[in-house]
């Protein structure tokens, strides 16, 4: 110990940066340490410059100056893009443009049971008038009216029938085109 040493403090106002930034390029090995918490000061200035002279080569010859720096000003990139691609999908739910998962396969299964109970029902309805037809053919034709008038139904009823306010935004789906409907068979009987 040649030298007159100086506190921490000192060394990180002159070298203008943080007494934990001293800290760390002291234990990385970049400056000098006299004595636990003091240094002497033209070592560790000429050991500092000699760093930074050294950075600025390894810049200019294309090599990576700080790859944690680099790091986080790409994860903050990353996150500031996920921030932003958050907000955009919120937005495009309120503006009616995008279904949340769970929305969409409630719709769906309540329109697979309501086709499910509305099919299965043809064959009660149609049964009884089907029997007295007085032929196949015209057994035919009073099942598919039954189908048909189903289909219909099914047809014009609306999203907000089946899922109430749980599906918003696809109010404007395509309706099926309308089905060409004429009685078949017997007429009905006068009551």
Do not use: H, W
């Not at 099919?119 to 035919?140: D, I, Q």
């Amino acid at each position: 110990m040649s030298g007159v040493t100086y506190p921490v403090g000192t060394i990180s106002s002159l070298l203008m940066l943080t007494d934990r930034r001293v800290a760390q390029l002291v234990k990385e090995g970049v400056l000098p340490r006299a004595e636990r918490g003091r240094y002497e000061l033209a070592p560790v200035v000429q050991a500092y410059i000699g760093y930074l002279r050294e950075r600025s080569i390894r810049a200019d010859a294309g090599e990576l100056v700080d790859p944690d720096a680099l790091d986080l000003a790409a994860e903050r990139a990353r996150l500031a893009k996920e921030q932003a691609d958050g907000q955009e999908m919120k937005n495009a739910i309120l503006r009616r443009e995008l279904l949340l998962r769970d929305d969409v396969e409630a719709f769906i299964n309540s329109a697979n049971a309501r086709v499910r109970a509305r099919m299965l029902g043809v064959p009660s309805k149609a049964a009884p008038v089907a029997r007295t037809a007085g032929s196949t053919a015209e057994a035919e034709a009073v099942i598919r009216e039954a189908i048909y008038e189903a289909l219909l139904e099914l047809s014009q009823t609306s999203i907000e029938d089946m899922c109430g306010d749980a599906i918003v935004g696809v109010a404007d789906a395509e309706a099926p085109a309308e089905v060409e409907r004429k009685r078949v068979g017997r007429p009905r009987k006068a009551a």
